[in-house]
């Protein structure tokens, strides 16, 4: 009865053998296929336009790609001019406003003085193309005697579509005597 019983073991471990076998081929087909049935791939997108081929363009020498580049330093400098103090007698008179717009800038400017404490636009001088300076003016609104702390705002313009381009800012005291 013992080798029966060893016999019936043996059996009993071949049949538990084979069983895990089974499942550990059945778990490896399962994951090729899942390897395989989820690889994506790439998708080609087709365009109509093609690049042309080339016909009569050459490459730029040195010297041609440092003044394109110099080209654009020098269209996308500003230079403000505007003296730091303006002197009236009065409030209501012609003083000594400084403004002026280089030649080398190549834009036209407009520019506003604005009062510091209220915001209030007080002057504005008009177009100012380069080259051109304004050396005296009167204000747009009378102020009182005192100085008055004020941002004169260079708007600047572009000369061919009159569209602005940017703006820089400077303080400025308005000093009125009497």
């Not at 998708?43 to 394109?68: F, H, I």
């Amino acid at each position: 009865m013992e080798q029966q019983n060893q016999t019936n073991e043996k059996k009993k471990n071949k049949r538990i053998l084979l069983l895990l076998l089974l499942l550990l081929l059945a778990a490896t087909a399962g994951g090729l296929y899942y390897y395989f049935s989820n690889k994506t791939e790439p998708v080609q997108v087709v365009s109509g336009d093609y690049l042309p081929d080339s016909k009569g363009a050459k490459k730029m020498t040195d010297a041609e790609l440092k003044a394109a580049e110099q080209k654009a330093v020098d269209e996308s400098k500003f230079n403000m001019v505007i003296k730091s103090v303006a002197v009236f007698e009065t409030g209501e008179s012609e003083g000594s406003l400084y403004i002026q717009n280089p030649v080398e800038n190549g834009y036209p400017i407009n520019v506003v003085i604005r009062l510091d404490e209220t915001g209030e636009q007080v002057y504005s001088s008009g177009a100012i193309q380069p080259g051109y300076e304004i050396t005296s003016a009167k204000l747009d609104k009378a102020l009182a005697k005192g100085d008055h702390p004020a941002t004169a705002t260079f708007d600047i313009y572009d000369a061919k579509t009159k569209q602005k381009r940017g703006q820089v800012q400077a303080g400025i005291t308005l000093q009125i005597n009497n």
